[in-house]
C-alpha cells in the first residue's frame, strides 16, 4: 500500500510540474521569480533565468517579452535593457 501510495504522489507532482511547464513561463529575475501565463499551451521558455539579459538575447524569445509585456511585468523586459544599454557605454572605456 505505501508504495501505490507514493506512486500516487510522484505522479501528481509530475503532472503538476508539466502543467506548470506547458501552462506557465517561470522567469527568474533579480528580485523575485515569476509566473508568466502562456497564451498557447508549449514547452518554450518553460524556466528563464533572464538576470544579464541583452537586447539580443530578448530579441531571440519575442514570445517571452510579449507575454511579460501583456501581463503587465514590462518593468523586467526595460531594467534588462536598459541594463545592457549602461553596461555597454561604461565597460568599453
Do not use: C
Not at 10 to 26: C, D, E
Not at 44 to 62: I, K, L, M, N, S
Not at 70 to 88: E, I, K, Q
Amino acid at each position: 500500500m505505501r508504495r501505490l501510495i507514493t506512486l500516487i504522489v510522484a505522479a501528481a507532482i509530475g503532472g503538476g510540474t508539466v502543467f506548470t511547464a506547458f501552462q506557465f513561463h517561470v522567469v527568474r529575475t533579480d528580485q523575485r521569480v515569476l509566473f508568466v501565463r502562456k497564451p498557447q499551451a508549449d514547452w518554450h521558455d518553460a524556466y528563464v533565468d533572464v538576470r544579464g539579459w541583452t537586447f539580443r538575447e530578448w530579441g531571440e524569445h519575442p514570445t517571452l517579452s510579449r507575454n511579460l509585456l501583456a501581463s503587465g511585468h514590462s518593468d523586467v523586459v526595460r531594467r534588462s535593457a536598459t541594463d545592457d544599454l549602461f553596461r555597454g557605454l561604461f565597460d568599453n572605456r
